[in-house]
């Protein structure tokens, strides 16, 4: 399985991303880009998540 994280980066000019992590093991299997709005990191996570069925998305900032 995988769960999708919400995540706060170190850039102030855009300080959101988003990981996706295998619950198994803690992995993380892809890190986005990074955003000025969270709103854009929910949105990446919430699109990557259509296509892996039981995910999750969790805010970590």
Same mark, same amino acid.
């Given at each position: 399985?995988?769960?999708?994280?919400?995540?706060?980066?170190?850039?102030?000019?855009?300080?959101?991303?988003?990981?996706? !992590?295998?619950?198994?093991?803690?992995?993380?299997?892809?890190?986005?880009?990074?955003?000025?709005?969270?709103?854009?990191?929910?949105? !990446?996570?919430?699109?990557?998540?259509?296509?892996?069925?039981?995910?999750? !998305? !969790?805010?970590?900032?």
């Amino acid at each position: 399985m995988v769960r999708y994280e919400i995540r706060r980066s170190s850039s102030s000019s855009q300080p959101y991303y988003c990981r996706a !992590v295998s619950t198994g093991n803690n992995a993380v299997l892809m890190t986005s880009e990074t955003y000025r709005a969270k709103a854009d990191a929910v949105n !990446v996570a919430n699109i990557m998540k259509g296509g892996s069925g039981g995910a999750t !998305v !969790v805010d970590l900032t």
